[in-house]
């Protein structure tokens, strides 16, 4: 008996140990099926993961009939960037996020511009043990007004964001996500509470265009998108422009018509410049009259704040005042050269402007 | 002699209140802005910075290298401390459309290059003989493809420890360039040097 017991003990320090040395957390937003299979309920690819597979993601595991998130304590960039660079524009201008990834994607977009670290084996790539109170310590110590979950997808460390995001909270730090809009509505109706803005990417407005160049489909986006407008979050969304693919006028109009009627026209859209990249190199970068075709597109549609984002110093990367079209905020790349909000409001006309500006 | 005075005194008055107007129309505008090491110039399109000549033994194809690739760094004249994006950001600031030409068709802008030696300017014909310049070879201006990742100095963590980039960015990047084939006149080894380039 006491042999047994013993051996219990010994054997959950050792799990337990295990555990830690992994860093294996146990996930959130998953129900278990028949026999040692689960569900993952996180994002809307629901993943039934037999025992020890991972699900699409490859950074959630079903261990012995639990699932676990790899990613938790784990990322795999780190950096202190402008907050012009997520792009987010109607947020603290000017101002330094602590930005971090950990590896993994729900995703497989055959243009990714971060590759190396959403698309390769977890095991392939280096991460950092750090855990969410020292990352807003970190993030604290370089003058950052705000924290970033970007780079890969954050849906996929769902819970080291989330707690990231609770304990800068206590700190006065602004949480910024920026996704694909991914995910299921359970868990971003928790994550709402904590993220000040959600910078969604809508890729294209087809579900032909998701299918092929994403590998996902475009109406839970577009869910995710009404029901974070329905809750009062702010938005800010980005269309990456792509030759051949999703430029056609039509499209575009339809996606502005869409986003004004569903998430109202100040909701800041940005078109941005696609580069060749990871396995869509055949293509050329997006030519700027494509993008200011997009941009006038969203104009005439009635957007309020539009911009054109990879193209440095071009004129459509400032904000306009919607009623007296004075600059606001005058950009160059990340640089913010002059800002003229003051308490949210055109220091001419004073027209309230839609953001987060102290 | 009252009535004179008072008209003078309105007369400065309006002159002072356009001269006012002025000023405050000025304001706004900006001709020069200094990055963290470059000085843009924007009414005169000039940039001005500080590199080193390299003086290692390997052939060198381009004459100005900022911080970017760091095996390109071997291959350049001069090497500046300044971040190539800041060189990046200031040409956009000068000239988006010239920026947008350079970065996307690899198009040569005409540049007058000036170099400070002894406390005077030198057109580059004065300070180095140089017998292969391609206008494309002046300055490495970055790769499109690549610099999302390279530029990106604020990763702690390498993001490309694992795949073999090198050999694809060395074809790309130096392709079929020719060495510049320079010689010096003027001595520059071991002096930092100011450079003003002009664009045209």
Redesign the interface.
């Given at each position: 008996m006491k042999l047994n017991i013993f051996f219990i003990f010994t054997l959950t320090v050792f799990c337990l140990n295990l555990l830690s040395q992994t860093n294996l957390k146990e996930a959130m937003f998953w129900q278990p099926l028949d026999g040692k299979n689960i569900q993952c309920v996180l994002c809307p690819r629901e993943c039934i993961l037999k025992p020890n597979h991972t699900g699409y993601c490859t950074v959630r595991i079903n261990l012995n009939g639990k699932l676990y998130t790899m990613t938790y304590n784990h990322p795999v960039s780190i950096a202190v960037d402008p907050i012009e660079k997520k792009p987010v524009f109607h947020m603290l201008p000017g101002t330094k996020s602590f930005s971090l990834a950990t590896p993994g994607c729900n995703l497989r977009c055959i243009h990714c511009q971060n590759w190396e670290i959403s698309q390769r084996p977890i095991g392939e790539i280096k991460t950092y043990n750090i855990s969410p109170y020292e990352i807003v310590k970190m993030a604290l110590e370089t003058g950052s007004k705000s924290i970033s979950y970007t780079y890969t997808e954050p849906v996929i460390f769902y819970e080291y964001m989330l707690d990231i995001a609770k304990e800068a909270r206590k700190h006065n730090l602004k949480n910024v996500m920026v996704t694909s809009g991914y995910i299921n509505i359970p868990p971003l109706d928790e994550l709402i509470k904590y993220i000040d803005v959600f910078r969604v990417d809508l890729k294209g407005f087809t579900e032909d265009f998701y299918r092929k160049l994403a590998a996902g489909k475009l109406q839970p986006v577009l869910e995710v998108l009404k029901y974070l407008k329905q809750k009062g979050a702010f938005i800010e969304v980005v269309n990456l422009v792509i030759p051949t693919m999703n430029d056609n006028p039509q499209d575009i109009k339809k996606m502005c018509v869409w986003i004004k009627e569903n998430l109202g026209d100040e909701t800041p859209l940005f078109f941005s410049r696609f580069y060749p990249m990871y396995k869509l190199t055949n293509l050329p970068p997006t030519p700027v009259e494509t993008l200011q075709k997009a941009y006038q597109i969203a104009k005439e549609v009635g957007l309020k704040y539009v911009y054109i984002g990879n193209v440095p110093g071009h004129p459509y990367e400032s904000t306009y005042c919607p009623k007296c079209k004075k600059v606001l905020i005058k950009r160059v790349g990340y640089n913010v050269l002059e800002n003229n909000i003051t308490k949210g409001r055109c220091k001419v006309c004073n027209t309230k402007i839609a953001g987060i500006w102290e | 002699m009252q009535y004179k005075n008072c008209r003078y005194m309105g007369i400065a008055k309006v002159i002072f209140f356009f001269a006012g107007l002025l000023l405050l129309s000025c304001k706004?505008y900006?001709p020069k802005?200094i990055?963290s090491q470059i000085e843009v110039d924007r009414f005169n399109k000039t940039i001005s910075f500080k590199a080193y000549l390299n003086d290692t033994p390997s052939e060198k194809y381009f004459i100005f290298y900022f911080q970017s690739y760091p095996w390109i760094r071997d291959y350049a004249i001069f090497c500046s401390s300044a971040p190539l994006?800041e060189l990046?950001?200031a040409?956009?600031?000068i000239?988006?459309e010239l920026?947008?030409k350079i970065y996307?068709n690899k198009f040569s802008p005409q540049m007058e290059i000036k170099i400070l030696h002894e406390n005077q300017w030198f057109l580059i014909h004065e300070i180095m003989k140089l017998k292969n310049l391609n206008t494309y070879q002046t300055i490495f201006w970055g790769l499109?493809?690549y610099d999302?990742?390279v530029l990106?100095d604020?990763?702690?963590?390498?993001?490309?420890?694992?795949?073999e980039l090198l050999p694809l960015e060395q074809s790309l990047i130096l392709g079929t360039l020719q060495p510049l084939n320079y010689k010096l006149i003027k001595n520059l080894k071991g002096k930092e040097i100011k450079i003003k380039i002009k664009f045209n």
């Open positions: - | 706004n900006k802005h990055f994006k990046q950001t040409l956009a600031l000239d988006w920026w947008n996307t499109p493809g999302e990742v990106n604020g990763y702690y963590v390498s993001r490309c420890s694992g795949c």
